[in-house]
């Protein structure tokens, strides 16, 4: 079984300013890792993903995340926050090997950009 | 055209009800899914079925129905609803039923039900 852990709840930050988004997991097994964003009133939309390869791994509108297997973490980073990256940011692992392609997901954090 | 369309947008009714929530995508995808996102946002799976076959059925009470009558719909039916079943539920789809599916999943934009 995994869990995923966010470590904020809410992060609030200015317009240009840089933001860093934290999500832990724990698994006995090895792990696909993903960021999904959620904006308000709609469904969920990938943001990046880490399967295999460089530990850095780098998404759309402007976000990466870096794969940690020593420390189990996937954090999230942007240099520069728009206004319209005020959302919901969801870290999410997946069983390499189970079958059925499930998610689990972590509790989310809420990411509000003031001007 | 919408990736994956869910019906309805919302939808409010009283306990002991039976209720349907329907959703379709047009993505040519093999898997869709259901997830409960509850009122602190957590989102958690219920049901995954691949090419009309159930592969996920997680500790979902057997009020919840899941129906995939093709690959490119699955409906759920929710049977004498209770309080606690209000929440947000999302369909989605992935191209694969497998992890390294490189385009993850399309959501829906979730169907908000409020039982009282």
Not at chain 2, 82 to 97: H, I, K, R
Request: hydrophobic residues 35%; contains cysteine; positive net charge.
């Amino acid at each position: 079984a995994q869990s995923v852990t966010q470590l904020d709840s809410q992060v609030p930050v200015f317009e240009e300013a840089p933001v860093e988004l934290r999500c832990n997991y724990s698994s006995s097994v090895s792990v696909y890792l993903f960021w999904y964003v959620q904006y308000p009133n709609q469904g969920l939309q990938l943001l990046l993903k880490y399967l295999s390869g460089s530990t850095l791994v780098k998404g759309i509108n402007g976000f990466e995340a870096e794969f940690n297997k020593s420390q189990t973490s996937f954090h999230l980073r942007k240099p520069s926050v728009h206004i319209s990256d005020t959302a919901e940011y969801f870290c999410a692992v997946s069983d390499q090997r189970a079958a059925g392609n499930k998610l689990t997901f972590g509790g989310g954090t809420r990411v509000l950009v003031k001007p | 055209d919408t990736a994956v369309s869910q019906t309805p947008k919302y939808l409010v009714t009283q306990m002991g009800n039976d209720k349907s929530i329907k959703c379709e995508q047009n993505l040519g995808h093999d898997t869709m899914y259901w997830y409960k996102q509850d009122s602190k946002k957590f989102l958690k799976i219920m049901f995954s079925y691949n090419n009309k076959e159930l592969i996920i059925n997680e500790t979902v009470p057997n009020r919840f129905s899941p129906k995939s009558p093709d690959k490119a719909h699955l409906n759920l039916h929710i049977n004498s609803l209770e309080l606690g079943d209000s929440a947000v539920y999302f369909c989605a789809s992935s191209l694969f039923n497998h992890p390294r599916d490189s385009y993850g999943y399309t959501f829906g934009s979730g169907t908000r039900l409020t039982v009282v």
